[in-house]
Each structure stands twice: as C-alpha cells, then as structure tokens.
C-alpha cells in the first residue's frame, strides 16, 4: 500500500469517528421531561382530593410547553395555554412546573356545548409534540370515584 492510500484510510477512519462523536452528543442534547403524577386525598390543611402532576426537563436543552391538556371521553380535546399570555412556559435544564386537577376540572364543555371528561392528561410543547402524562387514566378514574 502507498503511502497515500493509508492517509486517505485514515483520514476515512477519522470522519467516521467523528460523525460518531457527533451524533452521539447530538443525540444527548435535547430536552427530556419527566412526568409524574400523584393522587392525594383531603385533609385538615386541603379539603378536597386532588391529582396533582409535576414536569421537570431532565436534558440539556431548553423547551416550551405551549398547552396543558387532555383526551376527552366524546373523542375530542380540550387544553389551557400555558404561560402568563398564553404564548407558551419555558422550562430550562431542571426547571419544573406544577399543576392541580381537583374533581370540578374534569368536566369541561366542548365547542358545540356538549359536556364532557378528561379521559388522559398531556402537555404539548412548540413542536406540537404531545407529551403524555404517566397513569393519568387511573387517576382520573380515582377522582372521579370519591
């Protein structure tokens, strides 16, 4: 082999190792969110139960969640815009955000003034990306019960 050859091998192997390096920390940069949701019951200090849903972004990169959300039992959807004008709530790396649902949010009336339920919760970020809140469909269920 000449010499020529073994440079553009490794010039080859060099991009190759490279691109790899990059996709791998492309892929490590975005947002991550973690969703969870909790029911607690009343007490002395709350007097009504209440799920109560937390989202935290575990990754590198800001997002914005634009909508909070759900699925509604006649097939539609129903959300509130998040943020103090409705254009959306930042959240940078390990930032959270905190909402509560008490039996009286589930029903909501649609666009032809039909009543209906939350079935499922979800956020929705810029992109539109529909992000599912964890075991919402049995706490709903829960609340709905007492």
């Known amino acids: 082999m000449a010499f020529s050859d073994l440079l553009s091998l490794f010039a080859l192997l060099v991009s190759i190792i490279s691109l790899i390096i990059s996709?791998?920390?492309?892929?490590?940069?975005?947002?991550k969110l973690k969703i969870t949701s909790?029911?607690?019951?009343?007490?002395?200090?709350?007097?009504?139960?209440r799920i109560g849903i937390k989202i935290v972004n575990h990754g590198r990169r800001a997002t914005i969640l634009t909508l909070f959300g759900?699925?509604?039992d006649?097939?539609?959807w129903s959300?509130?815009?998040l943020g103090k004008k409705g254009d959306g709530l930042?959240?940078?790396?390990?930032?959270?955000y905190e909402t509560t649902v008490y039996a009286n949010d589930l029903l909501v009336t649609d666009s032809e003034g039909n009543l209906a339920e939350f079935?499922?919760?979800?956020?929705?970020?810029?992109?539109?990306?529909?992000?599912?809140?964890?075991?919402s469909e049995k706490l709903i269920a829960k609340l709905k019960t007492l």
């Open 23 to 31: 996709w791998h920390f492309g892929f490590r940069d975005k947002a």
């Open 38 to 49: 909790n029911f607690y019951h009343s007490h002395q200090d709350q007097d009504r139960d």
């Open 74 to 76: 006649n097939g539609g």
């Open 79 to 81: 959300g509130t815009c």
């Open 70 to 72: 759900g699925d509604l």
């Open 119 to 135: 079935v499922r919760f979800w956020f929705e970020d810029t992109l539109g990306q529909r992000h599912k809140v964890k075991s």
């Open 90 to 96: 930042r959240l940078g790396e390990h930032e959270k």
